[in-house]
């Protein structure tokens, strides 16, 4: 026990630690605790009181609130390096000579300070918050924004997996943002037939499984639509392929979500009022292409002719 305590005396004096060092360390993560959770209780109080605002006050709040408690760890490792008298005069040491060290953590900052700018980039100009259904990229996964920091963004995908991407790929990044504005949905449900399929049947037969649908909403009046106006639902002959065409059918939902789940359960149900009709699927066309063996292969420099 007592070699125990001297090794940590030894420890606390090659430091240059002493009791009253070791009051003011737990004296400073403490005031860096309290101060954090006081800016929280702030920040918390007044997003309650703008809840009405709703996304928009939530992404705010997310990121500050990280952004505090990213800064008050920084401050706190930064007050005990500089009470501690060993770490204080090797920081001063190092920075006494700041021309190369300065350009090596500049340069290691510089991917670190790229995303905290477009963080704040992010948070100031909207182009999506927390709670939106986005898609980042144009292959990129569909999800729920879950959290805004400094340095990454959080997106929760329809797998219950939890997408990190870095704010500065964000910023430069195309997104999809399926709640900014109108969270209506109108999802394009495609089926290939073959050319000789009865098309006016096709069409019916679609109508009539997406007017029964429980997600299906009525259209609402959209300038940029290709829907009918006179027809509940609309099915048009969107593309012509080489023994194949293409049938469109545009049904809205309230959201991305409802969309996505009717889109699946309308594949099944019009997949079985096809073949139950006769209705004939577009196969896909294969070429074989062979050469001609008895034409004579002519033979190129330094090959002998066959």
């Avoid at 918050?129 to 990229?137: E, K, P």
């Avoid at 593309?239 to 293409?246: F, L, M, P, V, Y």
């Amino acid at each position: 026990m007592e070699q125990g305590s001297s090794k940590i005396g030894q420890l606390m004096h090659g430091l240059g630690m002493d009791l009253l060092l070791v009051l003011k360390i737990v004296a400073i993560l403490f005031a860096a605790w309290f101060v954090e959770r006081l800016i929280h209780l702030a920040l918390r109080r007044g997003y309650a009181k703008a809840k009405a605002q709703g996304r928009e006050e939530m992404t705010r709040y997310r990121f500050f609130r990280n952004a505090v408690r990213t800064l008050m760890v920084i401050l706190a490792l930064i007050a005990i390096v500089y009470v501690i008298p060993s770490l204080r005069s090797l920081a001063f040491t190092l920075f006494a000579g700041a021309g190369i060290l300065a350009v090596v953590i500049g340069f290691a900052a510089q991917k670190a300070l790229s995303d905290i700018i477009s963080g704040v980039f992010i948070v100031a100009f909207k182009p999506f918050r927390v709670g939106d259904l986005i898609q980042a990229g144009e292959v990129g996964v569909f999800g729920q924004v879950e959290d805004i920091n400094l340095r990454h963004t959080t997106i929760l995908t329809f797998e219950n997996r939890r997408l990190v991407i870095p704010n500065s790929i964000l910023s430069e990044d195309r997104i999809v943002n399926s709640s900014i504005r109108d969270e209506r949905t109108c999802e394009f449900i495609e089926f290939d037939l073959a050319l000789h399929a009865d098309i006016n049947l096709a069409m019916a037969l679609m109508q009539h499984r997406a007017l029964l649908h429980p997600s299906r909403i009525v259209s609402p009046d959209v300038a940029t639509s290709m829907e009918n106006p006179e027809e509940p639902i609309t099915v048009r002959l969107v593309k012509i392929h080489e023994g194949a065409i293409t049938l469109r059918m545009y049904v809205w939902a309230k959201d991305p979500v409802d969309a996505r789940r009717m889109h699946y359960d309308l594949n099944q149900a019009v997949l079985e009022d096809f073949l139950e009709q006769g209705i004939p699927f577009a196969l896909p066309i294969r070429r074989s292409l062979q050469g001609d063996s008895t034409r004579p292969v002519v033979p190129t420099h330094g090959q002998a002719a066959q």
